[in-house]
């Protein structure tokens, strides 16, 4: 991993917020400036729920 000076994680539960999850990250991303040097995705599930997060390892 590069080095990078800051983290930003985008987590979402339900079916319409995970839908959007990539439209929040690439206006984020526009908005911050920042350049990404690493990420993990991370999927977690139960019996109801269905978890998605995304983080970001960033360098400014």
């Given at each position: 991993?590069?080095?990078?000076?800051?983290?930003?994680?985008?987590?979402?539960?339900?079916?319409?917020?995970?839908?959007?999850?990539?439209?929040?990250?690439?206006?984020?991303?526009q908005?911050?400036?920042?350049?990404?040097?690493?990420?993990?995705?991370?999927?977690?599930?139960?019996?109801?729920?269905?978890?998605?997060?995304?983080?970001?390892?960033?360098?400014?």
């Amino acid at each position: 991993m590069e080095s990078f000076n800051g983290v930003k994680v985008f987590s979402a539960t339900l079916a319409r917020d995970r839908e959007s999850l990539g439209e929040n990250i690439t206006r984020w991303l526009q908005d911050s400036g920042a350049q990404v040097v690493d990420k993990i995705v991370v999927q977690s599930s139960d019996r109801e729920f269905h978890c998605l997060s995304i983080i970001l390892f960033y360098r400014k």
